[in-house]
């Protein structure tokens, strides 16, 4: 039949016919690597479809194999809230890591025998999530911070392997759909090939390349570009079902036309997944696309729910990584840097060098012992390691490259910020800088822990505000905290007449505390709230702390030489002790702890309890000042030593530990019935 004799309803037919044709042989191309028709044959009926969409416009639908080709420019990308966030994975660096977290999947499900994993390659690409309603895909967007993502739905749409219509039947009515967007190799060196060609920038890995081509605000510019997906999970489901395990629904994925990676392999226990990854490592350099490690996931769904997340990370699945690149460069100089807590740390400035796809001029040294190790000298030649988004760190000297003129490393004698004296425990690698209230260094961090909930507790002063009020000089000690003004703090951003008021009361209400708060508050080494509070039962008063030896100290009740070490040497330093009188001169004060009464009852008197879970009848703050009441000791972990546990709702591996040791484990309601005996 020609097409001048054709009727509409013929040319709806033929059209309909060619877009079912089409899907077809790219569901084969794509998803089933089982190509049925040349390339130039493919192009036949695409050239036929066009033809006939042009000569009826009215036919063409949105998901039309023909509609890839982009749209206008956008002017910025929308923002998309993810329904389910989409959560980043903990990494493996080597088997012994990858058995880690076998044994603790096992554990948490209370099962001795293997559990059944789904291995498959982790892409070196952008993870994004799409989403079909009655089979059409409607929405792309970007992991983004894992809440919130980028609207590229345009974008995704250009891309050959993505189904603008799944195939096949049974799908939920809404589905969403999890993958990895990526460059093939192949496709890469031909677009920098292009580029070259074009005295144009050239990407520098495939990674970038796909990230780039994914952020074009011009979509025609996207469809250009050699874009492919393999999907690696679900997310949203509903007006429908997926199978109970995480191949199967791959499986079920590829049924409706998704592209799912072809090295998924389903294997049981731990040593199965490291043999997975040791292929996979002998693979690697021969795969089209490439890969930066294995990701292992518990395979049964069931499972998956009873081992949850923890913060932005899921319990039951882990991203196994491949050793890095290296490079050889000159180690041109080392700089001690302080961190927010003091630790001093060699930094190595570096001949630049590009591995691991960046451009590297500056990597750690962690510490002197590695220095050591390393045998390093400024001047040497030097092998870097880089792997994937983890800080570069020189892994060795090439001796045999060494300069005459190379010099050895020394490490200050003082705090390189502040000049304040640097300790370093015996068998600790990193040396500290002791002005921990002065250093300007950990000031922002000096000033959070000293204003936190278990120190003053000052109420709205949060971790923003502190940065700014650092920032822009308004607070260089912890003192400096209650010279603020309200104008002053009505200067920062979002904070209005009335929340400056407000931290300003707030200020003026944390002023009253207690020594043992002030104590934890200052921020020495290891002096937590029960150590604080044991030096306050101990001394009674500021000014005896303060003058104790480090062989006085340790008569105090879980004072050892480390800890009595770090106290007497924070309070040796002038700039540390500055900042105290000041903080008593701008209003800091306590009342004396009472003595317990004579004859008092004390039931606990001698016993270690520590507390856990969430309690109902009373705060954390308050049973632990209650069983200080009764004479207990009150610390934050479990250990041998440990006499009871009171466990609150949803209590975590405290109480797994406390029942692994043999602990008396206490309820709430247990509590509150001793304490009914004893009148508390």
Same mark, same amino acid.
């Given at each position: 039949?020609?097409?001048? &004799?054709?009727?509409?309803?013929?040319?709806?037919?033929?059209?309909?016919?060619?877009?079912?044709?089409?899907?077809d042989?790219?569901?084969?191309?794509?998803?089933?690597?089982?190509p049925?028709?040349?390339?130039?044959?493919?192009?036949?009926?695409?050239?036929?479809?066009?033809?006939?969409?042009?000569?009826?416009?009215?036919?063409?639908?949105?998901e039309?194999?023909?509609?890839?080709?982009g749209?206008?420019?956008?002017?910025?990308f929308?923002?998309?809230?993810?329904e $389910?966030?989409?959560?980043?994975?903990?990494n493996?660096?080597?088997?012994d890591?990858?058995?880690?977290?076998?044994?603790?999947?096992r554990?948490?499900?209370?099962?001795?025998e293997?559990?059944?994993?789904?291995?498959?390659?982790?892409?070196?690409?952008?993870?994004?999530?799409?989403?079909?309603?009655?089979?059409?895909l409607?929405?792309?967007?970007?992991?983004?911070?894992g809440s919130?993502?980028?609207?590229?739905?345009?974008?995704?749409?250009t891309? /050959?392997s993505?189904?603008l219509?799944?195939?096949?039947?049974?799908?939920?009515?809404r $589905?969403?759909?999890?993958?990895?967007?990526?460059m093939?190799?192949?496709?890469f060196?031909k677009?920098?090939?292009?580029?070259?060609?074009?005295?144009?920038?050239?990407?520098?890995?495939?990674?970038?390349?796909?990230?780039?081509?994914l952020?074009?605000?011009?979509?025609?510019?996207?469809a250009?570009?050699?874009?492919?997906?393999y999907?690696?999970?679900?997310?949203?489901?509903?007006?429908g &079902?997926?199978?109970t395990?995480?191949?199967?629904?791959?499986?079920?994925f590829k049924d409706?036309?998704?592209?799912?990676?072809?090295?998924?392999?389903?294997v049981?226990?731990?040593?199965a997944?490291?043999?997975?990854?040791a292929?996979?490592s002998?693979?690697?350099?021969?795969?089209p696309?490439?890969?930066d490690g294995i990701v292992y996931k518990?395979?049964?769904?069931?499972?998956?729910?009873r081992l949850?997340f923890v913060?932005?990370a899921?319990?039951?699945?882990?991203?196994?990584?491949?050793?890095?690149?290296?490079?050889?460069?000159i180690?041109k100089?080392?700089?001690?840097?302080v961190?927010?807590?003091g630790?001093?740390?060699?930094?190595?400035?570096l001949?630049?060098?590009?591995v691991?796809?960046?451009?590297?001029?500056?990597a750690?040294?962690?510490?002197m012992d590695?220095?050591?190790?390393?045998?390093?000298?400024?001047?040497?030649?030097?092998?870097?390691?880089?792997?994937?988004d983890?800080?570069?760190?020189?892994?060795?000297?090439?001796?045999?490259?060494?300069?005459?003129?190379?010099?050895?490393?020394?490490? /200050?004698?003082?705090?390189p910020v502040c000049?304040?004296?640097?300790?370093?425990?015996?068998g600790?690698?990193a040396f500290r800088?002791?002005?921990?209230?002065?250093?300007?260094?950990?000031?922002?961090?000096?000033?959070?822990?000293?204003?936190?909930?278990k120190?003053?507790?000052?109420?709205?002063?949060?971790?923003?505000?502190v940065?700014?009020?650092?920032?822009?000089g308004?607070?260089?000690?912890?003192a400096?905290?209650?010279k603020?003004t309200?104008?002053?703090?009505?200067?920062?951003?979002?904070?209005g007449k009335?929340?400056?008021?407000n931290?300003?009361?707030?200020?003026?209400v944390?002023?009253?505390t207690?020594?043992?708060?002030?104590?934890?508050?200052?921020?020495?080494?290891?002096?937590?709230?029960a150590?604080?509070?044991?030096?306050?039962?101990?001394y009674?008063e $500021?000014?005896?702390?303060k003058?104790?030896?480090?062989e006085?100290l340790q008569?105090?009740d879980?004072?050892g030489?480390?800890?009595a070490?770090h106290?007497?040497?924070?309070?040796?330093?002038?700039?540390?002790?500055?900042?105290?009188?000041? $903080?008593?001169t701008?209003?800091?004060?306590?009342?004396?702890?009472?003595?317990?009464?004579?004859?008092?009852?004390?039931?606990?008197?001698?016993?270690?309890?520590?507390?856990?879970g969430?309690?109902?009848?009373?705060t954390r703050d308050?049973?632990k000042?209650?069983?200080?009441?009764?004479g207990?000791?009150?610390t934050?972990?479990?250990?041998?030593?440990?006499?009871?546990?009171?466990?609150?709702?949803?209590?975590?591996?405290?109480?797994?530990?406390?029942?692994?040791?043999?602990v008396?484990?206490?309820?709430e309601?247990?509590?509150?019935?001793?304490?009914?005996e004893?009148?508390?």
């Amino acid at each position: 039949m020609t097409q001048t &004799s054709m009727f509409p309803q013929d040319a709806e037919q033929e059209i309909q016919s060619l877009r079912d044709q089409i899907n077809d042989h790219n569901h084969r191309y794509y998803v089933q690597d089982d190509p049925e028709i040349t390339d130039s044959a493919y192009d036949r009926l695409m050239n036929r479809l066009k033809e006939l969409e042009t000569e009826h416009p009215d036919q063409i639908t949105a998901e039309s194999p023909t509609q890839r080709v982009g749209a206008a420019p956008l002017s910025a990308f929308g923002q998309i809230r993810h329904e $389910l966030p989409m959560l980043s994975l903990d990494n493996a660096f080597n088997e012994d890591d990858l058995n880690d977290f076998d044994r603790r999947v096992r554990d948490r499900l209370g099962n001795a025998e293997s559990v059944e994993y789904a291995c498959e390659p982790k892409l070196d690409g952008i993870a994004v999530s799409l989403l079909y309603e009655n089979g059409r895909l409607v929405r792309g967007a970007t992991r983004g911070d894992g809440s919130t993502g980028e609207d590229i739905t345009m974008n995704v749409r250009t891309i /050959p392997s993505i189904p603008l219509q799944l195939v096949g039947s049974d799908w939920p009515e809404r $589905l969403e759909v999890r993958g990895e967007i990526f460059m093939p190799r192949a496709g890469f060196e031909k677009l920098n090939q292009r580029a070259k060609a074009r005295d144009e920038k050239v990407f520098v890995n495939p990674r970038n390349a796909a990230a780039g081509s994914l952020r074009q605000l011009d979509s025609r510019v996207t469809a250009k570009r050699p874009l492919d997906m393999y999907c690696y999970s679900g997310g949203i489901v509903e007006g429908g &079902s997926l199978p109970t395990k995480h191949a199967d629904i791959l499986e079920r994925f590829k049924d409706w036309g998704l592209r799912v990676n072809p090295e998924l392999r389903v294997v049981q226990g731990a040593k199965a997944c490291a043999d997975y990854f040791a292929r996979m490592s002998e693979k690697r350099d021969g795969l089209p696309y490439e890969i930066d490690g294995i990701v292992y996931k518990v395979n049964e769904l069931a499972l998956q729910e009873r081992l949850g997340f923890v913060a932005r990370a899921p319990r039951w699945a882990i991203a196994h990584k491949f050793p890095a690149q290296e490079e050889m460069t000159i180690l041109k100089d080392v700089e001690f840097q302080v961190g927010r807590t003091g630790a001093i740390t060699p930094v190595a400035r570096l001949q630049p060098v590009f591995v691991g796809g960046v451009t590297v001029s500056n990597a750690t040294l962690h510490n002197m012992d590695e220095v050591a190790r390393l045998g390093l000298k400024i001047g040497d030649t030097v092998v870097v390691h880089r792997a994937g988004d983890v800080i570069p760190k020189v892994v060795r000297a090439v001796e045999s490259k060494r300069p005459d003129d190379a010099r050895d490393i020394e490490f /200050p004698d003082t705090c390189p910020v502040c000049d304040s004296e640097v300790e370093r425990d015996e068998g600790e690698a990193a040396f500290r800088c002791t002005g921990g209230l002065f250093c300007s260094a950990q000031r922002k961090e000096a000033i959070k822990h000293f204003s936190a909930r278990k120190a003053l507790d000052v109420d709205g002063l949060g971790d923003k505000l502190v940065d700014q009020f650092v920032e822009k000089g308004l607070v260089k000690t912890v003192a400096d905290l209650f010279k603020l003004t309200v104008e002053q703090i009505s200067g920062m951003e979002r904070m209005g007449k009335k929340s400056a008021t407000n931290l300003v009361n707030a200020l003026e209400v944390s002023k009253k505390t207690t020594l043992a708060r002030f104590i934890y508050g200052l921020g020495i080494r290891e002096v937590g709230e029960a150590t604080a509070q044991s030096l306050v039962s101990h001394y009674k008063e $500021l000014d005896a702390i303060k003058a104790a030896t480090t062989e006085q100290l340790q008569e105090v009740d879980d004072v050892g030489p480390i800890v009595a070490s770090h106290i007497e040497k924070f309070f040796r330093q002038e700039h540390n002790l500055e900042v105290i009188d000041e $903080l008593l001169t701008v209003g800091i004060h306590w009342e004396q702890e009472a003595e317990p009464e004579e004859g008092a009852e004390q039931p606990l008197e001698g016993e270690v309890w520590v507390l856990t879970g969430s309690l109902q009848s009373m705060t954390r703050d308050e049973g632990k000042a209650i069983l200080q009441q009764l004479g207990a000791k009150v610390t934050g972990s479990v250990s041998a030593k440990t006499t009871a546990l009171l466990a609150g709702e949803k209590a975590g591996s405290k109480l797994t530990k406390a029942q692994n040791l043999g602990v008396r484990v206490v309820t709430e309601d247990d509590f509150n019935e001793l304490r009914a005996e004893w009148g508390i």
